[in-house]
């Protein structure tokens, strides 16, 4: 009794929605991990490009031996400097390249949303499949159970002569390929629930009821992959600004301050030293344009601009592409509705039909490859009916998805 208590208790802990499979996936898929790594390179990339802003501040040192001196050159010379220097002027380089910067990381984080709405969608169909899988195996189980009890009956009538060993034999071989359709089934939803595991972090067991709303009036907007190639063409143009910059005039000022140290000095007359300074702070502003490269730099901003114009390109028929998934999707939607409407009626007759045949078949008036024909028509019309209800729910996601939106949003 303390088994059967405790045991529903267990089965309830080990159940999982679907909400549950994707939240886990985000949190430990290793896919999805790597992408959240890229951002934050992205965001160093953007710290280091804003650091360039800020002087620059350098210390050395030397010391070297020189051999023969003279009264001007010391036999040993040390020096030690600290010099600290910033650019006054690059052309607006640096702008361009933390603007660019910044879209390759808003690049990166759609990316990653973009990846998660696509794990998203891979946790829906095995979710789903799974469910769909295991209605099959049930209307399989029934049928074989319904076979085992027809072969025993059939048995029973042929040790009275009522049946020959050929109808036990049909009956059989049709029990023995159900058996296999079973197993197949089976290895079917171990190897999607090892792949729901593998993409979620979860283990499954139970599955929770879940759907998605009914799509109504819901707004079309670009989807993550549009907004990566916006992204990337506007990083692309900030580039073309950074190269073109070179040629603007590059203003530069620094402060140098040097100390040394001489020995084995070549003395003098009088004994003076004293042109040989210790010591010494320099300050300075540095100007340069570049005026001849045979064109280097801007064959360079041309090629840049080439592969601006590609992204471009890219980004329309991309636009075009998703229009188009997201009308067929729609369609797909009505078609997928209607195609469960008419797999549950075809249920229905199914259910029907085999009803009166089994009474007429366990009373003689038919035989067995019609009662056989009907029940596989039943079996049959149960696995498409929950075939269509699941795959229903997975035309439903893949319709948000199209829509731009995250499915996610809308399960129930």
Do not use: C
């Not at 031996?65 to 020096?79: C, L, Q, R, T």
């Not at 916006?230 to 620094?254: C, F, H, W």
């Not at 075939?387 to 829509?403: F, L, Q």
């Amino acid at each position: 009794m303390l088994l059967w208590m405790v045991l529903p208790l267990f089965l309830f802990a080990q159940s999982y929605g679907l909400k549950n499979f994707i939240d886990n996936a985000n949190r430990t898929n290793g896919l999805i991990k790597a992408k959240s790594l890229t951002v934050q390179s992205k965001e160093k990339e953007i710290e280091a490009a804003k650091s360039a802003y800020w002087p620059t501040l350098d210390i050395g040192g030397d010391y070297s031996f020189a051999s023969p001196n003279s009264i001007v050159s010391p036999g040993e010379v040390g020096n030690a400097f600290i010099s600290a220097q910033v650019d006054l002027y690059d052309g607006g380089r640096k702008d361009a390249v933390l603007r660019g910067k910044g879209f390759e990381h808003e690049a990166s984080l759609f990316e990653k949303a973009a990846f998660e709405k696509s794990i998203t969608l891979e946790i829906v169909r095995h979710y789903y499949g799974i469910q769909s899988l295991k209605a099959t195996l049930q209307a399989l189980q029934e049928r074989a159970k319904e076979l085992k009890a027809q072969i025993e009956r059939v048995k029973k009538f042929k040790l009275t002569g009522l049946a020959t060993q050929e109808e036990v034999d049909k009956l059989q071989s049709v029990y023995d390929n159900n058996q296999y359709s079973m197993e197949n089934t089976k290895l079917a939803i171990e190897t999607s629930k090892e792949n729901l595991k593998l993409i979620s972090g979860l283990p499954v067991g139970h599955l929770k009821r879940n759907y998605f709303l009914e799509p109504k009036k819901v707004r079309f907007e670009w989807f993550e992959t549009i907004k990566i190639l916006q992204a990337n063409a506007r990083a692309v143009g900030e580039n073309v600004k950074a190269i073109d910059a070179g040629y603007m005039p590059q203003v530069t000022l620094s402060d140098t301050y040097h100390k040394s140290h001489f020995d084995d000095l070549v003395p003098i007359p009088g004994g003076s030293n004293g042109f040989l300074t210790d010591h010494q702070n320099s300050v300075g502003v540095a100007v340069h344009m570049r005026l001849f490269d045979n064109g280097k730099m801007s064959k360079e901003s041309e090629a840049v601009k080439y592969r601006k114009m590609a992204l471009l390109s890219r980004l329309e028929q991309a636009k075009k592409e998703q229009r188009m998934h997201f009308s067929l999707a729609k369609h797909n939607l009505h078609t997928t509705k209607a195609k469960m409407r008419s797999a549950k009626s075809a249920l229905k007759a199914a259910t029907s039909t085999y009803r009166v045949l089994k009474q007429k078949f366990e009373v003689g008036l038919v035989d067995d490859i019609a009662f056989l024909d009907a029940l596989a028509a039943k079996t049959l019309a149960e696995s498409r009916y929950r075939e269509s209800v699941y795959d229903y729910e997975v035309k439903k996601s893949i319709y948000y998805y199209y829509a731009g939106k995250d499915p996610k949003e809308f399960i129930r």
